[in-house]
């Protein structure tokens, strides 16, 4: 199993331009989610997955976009680039969400995104 | 939305000696997992506790889970240099669209030969 992986791992955007980030899992996990890590601060949630063919807002969604046709893959989208968006972005993903038990999340590599 | 504080923000020690980080809330958690990352990759999971008061161990590394879920440690007895790395607790809280997870800042550990 590969796991969580992630494309590319590094880009450079100018101001303006949109972009794809690229997010697979082959752990027939249900939840898919992405992050962004900016020092200081953590993780911050993005958008988020329950299962192919639902999404929904995480804490900073503003600029992104998601889909989820298929269970294994999870792309997003940047429509806008803004210097802003300069980050580290993960992927994560995991079996389900229990109610009291979080199940464990499995990350992929991130990619490092620089918006000039 | 929940707001988890860890501390400290950045920890230099010496091999050999003991460390404690803390991850803080105003809110109740259903659960409360610590990640490690190292750098260029992403956070690996240590552990999850779920019952308040609760106490795993992994090794050197002792966990919590404060009384009323709303905190957090994380002690490491006799560090070693690979245990350097960032430590991220995170949060889970139920919504009606389903649980999510909240990440502290984050903790960077250095421990120097």
């Known amino acids: 199993n590969a796991g969580v992986t992630q494309t590319p791992k590094f880009q450079v955007l100018k101001t303006g331009q949109s972009m794809t980030l690229q997010c697979a899992q082959d752990?027939?996990?249900?939840?898919m989610s992405w992050y962004r890590q900016d020092p200081g601060m953590g993780l911050r949630l993005i958008h988020y997955?329950?299962?192919?063919?639902?999404?929904d807002q995480g804490e900073v969604p503003n600029g992104y976009n998601v889909s989820r046709s298929t269970t294994e893959d999870f792309p997003l989208r940047l429509l806008s680039a803004a210097p802003s968006q300069t980050s580290v972005y993960f992927c994560?993903?995991?079996?389900?969400?229990?109610?009291?038990?979080?199940?464990?999340?499995?990350f992929g590599p991130g990619t490092r995104l620089t918006v000039l | 939305t929940q707001l988890l504080e860890q501390s400290p923000q950045f920890l230099s020690i010496q091999e050999g000696e003991n460390l404690t980080v803390y991850c803080n809330s105003s809110?109740?958690?259903?659960?409360l997992q610590w990640y490690r990352q190292e750098p260029g990759e992403g956070p690996v999971l240590l552990v999850t506790?779920?019952?308040?008061?609760e106490v795993k161990k992994l090794k050197r590394l002792t966990f919590q889970f404060g009384d009323a879920r709303k905190d957090s440690s994380l002690h490491i007895t006799a560090a070693q240099t690979g245990d350097t790395g960032l430590y991220l607790c995170?949060?889970?809280?139920?919504?009606?669209?389903?649980?999510?997870?909240?990440f502290g800042e984050g903790t960077q550990l250095t421990v120097n030969p």
């Open positions: 994560a993903s995991s079996q389900s969400i229990g109610f009291r038990l979080y199940n464990e999340q499995f």
């Open positions: 752990m027939n996990h249900e939840y």
């Open positions: 997955s329950v299962g192919a063919g639902i999404t």
């Open positions: 809110s109740v958690f259903s659960s």
């Open positions: 506790v779920v019952t308040g008061g």
């Open positions: 995170a949060g889970a809280v139920w919504e009606t669209s389903g649980s999510r997870l909240t």
